[in-house]
Structures are given as structure tokens and as C-alpha cells.
């Protein structure tokens, strides 16, 4: 039998040429690859050292303070977030103004920002503004008005005030809380005068729903003018509750009140005499002098205190119809006319050594 023809082989050449030209095309792929990756990376780290640098810029030391420990600034009323941001980069509170609004707009804090006085501590971050100021964690100023002065004397106060702006009425007497307030700078002195007014308006209210029953006196505004009376008569507070059921036992009685705070306020409209009063200023009629009227004058006569206002709403009850100073501050009370005198003829001969050793020592 004949042997079947063997199967020729196949050229080995042109495999050697595939394979070649294989291993240089996938060379060239990784080499692409690689350079490609090398781009990415390059990129990557770019993106990195810049948001790095960021984010030391937000979280990191800010500025040395110019002066002391604190970077004042003021942020004006209806300032837009890239005023807000510029004034901050010029009073020297943060380095770049750019990332402050980009870093607000982030945050979210770019639409509750506040106006106002800030004190930023030295080297605070940029995130430790943004908050300051998204927090609105102004510098407070403070405002006193003492216990006893007039409404007029209450608006002089507020004019004095350097950091307040606008005008003020002059509000009815009586009308005002003597108290310590808190104020920003720019704030309106007409709108810190209403916190005062709302102020004594629900202390009054209070004490109103809580006073004593059957006083001598029938409307919230007569209760100011007497608590006026008790404020101007004393300046010791332990004293105020005495001499509130003092004049409370004289008007129940119908007496007078004869006291002197009124008729000065009659003739000064409280501002200090400066002297004493005159036999003929005593005498002289007002609508005010309480030596010549009987029961409460047309109006107070200062703004009283929460201690005096509460004192007339709630008196303790005593006898006393009478009192004189006592050459201490105080003042000595008694029961009876006779007893009075006595305590007056007391206080004369005070009066006298206090003079006698006061021209010794000329």
C-alpha cells in the first residue's frame, strides 16, 4: 500500500514576524499607558498640594494682630459677602479675602453672615472668623442708666454713647427701666430706647398682677409716680420698702406727702438744685410741690427702679408717718408728730456741728 502524502508545515517565519511586531505594539500600549499614568498622577499630586495648601489657609494660624491680642473690625449694615470678605483681608483678620468667599459659599455660611463690631483673637483661622462672624459674636458695649434720673438725663446718656447712631425722643417720665444694657456699635439709639421702654413695661406689668391689694392708688401709672417719690427719697435700697408704706399710710390718711424730691422737680424738672431748698420755693405753688397739693403729683418725677417699683406695689405694713435724715445716709422714722420733731431737732443740731467743723477747718 502506498502511504498517504504527509501534511506540509507551515512556514515558521512570518509566526516570528507576528510575534515581533505583537511585542512591539504592546511595548508602545504600555509605554502610552505608563506616560499617560504619569499624567494622572502629576495632576493628582497637583490637586493635592493646592488643596492641601487650602485647607492649612482655612484651618491653619491667620494673621498677627497689628495691636494687642485682638484684630478689630467693622462690618457695616447691608454689606454683600465680598465687602464683608474685604474689609476683613484689609483690617488684617484673614489673608485672602477670595478663599473667605469661597469658603463661605461652601459652607453655607455666606447667607447668614452679620454685621457689627468684631474683636477676632490673634491668629485666629479663617474658620474661626467665618464662624465669629456667621455667629454673629460682635464686640457688646454697655449702657447705664442709673436708678433715679429723668427721661431727659436717659437721653443725654444715649447721646453720649460713641458707638450708637440716630436721634431720640425724649420719652414721658417714668417710662424708662434703670438698668445696665448691652448695645452694639451702629445700633440705633431710638431702638435701645424701646428696649428700655419694653423693658419697665413688663416689669411693671408683673409687679401690677402681684401687688398688694387695697393700695391708695388705682392706675399702673400712679404706682410709677409714687414708686418716682420712694426712688428720689432714698438712696438705700434696704430703705425703700419703710418709706413706700410711709407715703402709703399718708395717702390712705389723706395727708400730704411733703416731700422735697417733688418740689425740686417742680422747679428743675429734676436736674440737681444744688443747694438747698428756700422757704419761699416751699411755699411757692406748682403743680408738683407736694407741700401744697394733696395725694400724687401729675406725673413721676425720675424713673424709678425695680426695687422701688416693687416696694410700692408691696409695702410692709407699719405706723410711720414721718422721716428725717440721720445724718448717715439713712433716715430715722417715726410714728408721731412729737416724735418727729424730736428726730428733726435731732437732725438740726447735726447740721449745725457738721457747718461749725466745716468753717474750723477754713
Given at each position: 500500500?502506498?502511504?498517504?502524502?504527509?501534511?506540509?508545515?507551515?512556514?515558521?517565519?512570518?509566526?516570528?514576524?507576528?510575534?515581533?511586531?505583537?511585542r512591539e505594539t504592546a511595548t508602545l500600549g504600555r509605554r502610552l499607558a505608563a506616560m499617560a499614568g504619569g499624567g494622572l498622577v502629576v495632576a493628582a499630586?497637583?490637586?493635592?498640594?493646592?488643596?492641601?495648601?487650602?485647607?492649612?489657609?482655612?484651618?491653619?494660624?491667620?494673621?498677627?494682630?497689628?495691636?494687642?491680642?485682638?484684630?478689630?473690625?467693622?462690618?457695616?449694615?447691608?454689606?454683600?459677602?465680598?465687602?464683608?470678605?474685604?474689609?476683613?483681608?484689609?483690617?488684617?483678620?484673614?489673608?485672602?479675602?477670595?478663599?473667605?468667599?469661597?469658603?463661605?459659599?461652601?459652607t453655607g455660611a455666606a447667607r447668614r453672615l452679620k454685621a457689627g463690631e468684631y474683636e477676632f483673637p490673634n491668629r485666629a483661622s479663617l474658620s474661626t472668623?467665618?464662624?465669629?462672624?456667621?455667629?454673629?459674636?460682635?464686640?457688646?458695649?454697655?449702657?447705664?442708666?442709673?436708678?433715679?434720673?429723668?427721661?431727659?438725663?436717659?437721653?443725654?446718656?444715649?447721646?453720649?454713647?460713641?458707638?450708637?447712631?440716630?436721634?431720640?425722643?425724649?420719652?414721658?417720665?417714668?417710662?424708662?427701666?434703670?438698668?445696665?444694657?448691652?448695645?452694639?456699635?451702629?445700633?440705633?439709639?431710638?431702638?435701645?430706647?424701646?428696649?428700655?421702654?419694653?423693658?419697665?413695661?413688663?416689669?411693671?406689668?408683673?409687679?401690677?398682677?402681684?401687688?398688694?391689694?387695697?393700695?391708695?392708688?388705682?392706675?399702673?401709672?400712679?404706682?410709677?409716680?409714687?414708686?418716682?417719690?420712694?426712688?428720689?427719697?432714698?438712696?438705700?435700697?434696704?430703705?425703700?420698702?419703710?418709706v413706700a408704706a410711709l407715703f402709703t399710710n399718708r395717702l390712705r390718711l389723706g395727708m400730704r406727702l411733703d416731700t422735697d424730691p417733688t418740689v425740686i422737680?417742680?422747679?428743675?424738672?429734676?436736674?440737681?438744685?444744688?443747694?438747698?431748698?428756700?422757704?419761699?420755693?416751699?411755699?411757692?405753688?406748682?403743680?408738683?410741690?407736694?407741700?401744697?397739693?394733696?395725694?400724687?403729683?401729675?406725673?413721676?418725677?425720675?424713673?424709678?427702679?425695680?426695687?422701688?417699683?416693687?416696694?410700692?406695689?408691696?409695702?410692709?405694713?407699719?405706723?410711720?408717718?414721718?422721716?428725717?435724715?440721720?445724718?448717715?445716709?439713712?433716715?430715722?422714722?417715726?410714728?408721731?408728730?412729737?416724735?418727729?420733731?424730736?428726730?428733726?431737732?435731732?437732725?438740726?443740731?447735726?447740721?449745725?456741728?457738721?457747718?461749725?467743723?466745716?468753717?474750723?477747718?477754713?
Amino acid at each position: 500500500m502506498s502511504k498517504p502524502p504527509r501534511p506540509q508545515k507551515k512556514a515558521t517565519a512570518p509566526k516570528r514576524a507576528s510575534k515581533a511586531r505583537k511585542r512591539e505594539t504592546a511595548t508602545l500600549g504600555r509605554r502610552l499607558a505608563a506616560m499617560a499614568g504619569g499624567g494622572l498622577v502629576v495632576a493628582a499630586v497637583a490637586a493635592l498640594a493646592v488643596g492641601g495648601g487650602a485647607v492649612w489657609l482655612y484651618g491653619g494660624p491667620g494673621p498677627k494682630a497689628k495691636n494687642g491680642e485682638y484684630t478689630s473690625v467693622v462690618l457695616r449694615r447691608g454689606a454683600s459677602v465680598s465687602e464683608i470678605a474685604g474689609a476683613l483681608e484689609a483690617g488684617g483678620a484673614i489673608r485672602s479675602s477670595s478663599l473667605f468667599l469661597t469658603a463661605a459659599q461652601v459652607t453655607g455660611a455666606a447667607r447668614r453672615l452679620k454685621a457689627g463690631e468684631y474683636e477676632f483673637p490673634n491668629r485666629a483661622s479663617l474658620s474661626t472668623v467665618l464662624a465669629m462672624v456667621r455667629d454673629g459674636k460682635v464686640v457688646r458695649h454697655q449702657v447705664t442708666v442709673p436708678e433715679g434720673v429723668t427721661s431727659e438725663m436717659v437721653v443725654e446718656i444715649l447721646q453720649r454713647s460713641p458707638v450708637l447712631v440716630g436721634d431720640v425722643p425724649t420719652p414721658p417720665e417714668g417710662a424708662v427701666l434703670p438698668e445696665t444694657y448691652q448695645v452694639e456699635r451702629g445700633e440705633e439709639r431710638a431702638a435701645v430706647l424701646q428696649r428700655m421702654m419694653d423693658d419697665r413695661d413688663k416689669v411693671l406689668n408683673a409687679l401690677w398682677e402681684q401687688r398688694q391689694a387695697g393700695l391708695p392708688f388705682q392706675t399702673k401709672d400712679e404706682a410709677v409716680t409714687l414708686a418716682s417719690i420712694v426712688e428720689k427719697e432714698t438712696a438705700l435700697a434696704s430703705e425703700r420698702p419703710r418709706v413706700a408704706a410711709l407715703f402709703t399710710n399718708r395717702l390712705r390718711l389723706g395727708m400730704r406727702l411733703d416731700t422735697d424730691p417733688t418740689v425740686i422737680y417742680g422747679i428743675t424738672r429734676g436736674r440737681p438744685l444744688g443747694r438747698g431748698l428756700r422757704r419761699s420755693e416751699l411755699d411757692a405753688f406748682t403743680p408738683y410741690n407736694t407741700y401744697k397739693i394733696t395725694g400724687l403729683p401729675p406725673t413721676p418725677i425720675a424713673n424709678p427702679g425695680r426695687e422701688a417699683l416693687a416696694a410700692v406695689m408691696n409695702p410692709p405694713k407699719t405706723d410711720e408717718l414721718y422721716f428725717v435724715a440721720d445724718g448717715t445716709g439713712g433716715h430715722v422714722f417715726a410714728r408721731t408728730y412729737e416724735e418727729h420733731e424730736r428726730n428733726v431737732a435731732q437732725w438740726r443740731r447735726i447740721e449745725r456741728e457738721a457747718k461749725a467743723s466745716e468753717a474750723a477747718g477754713n
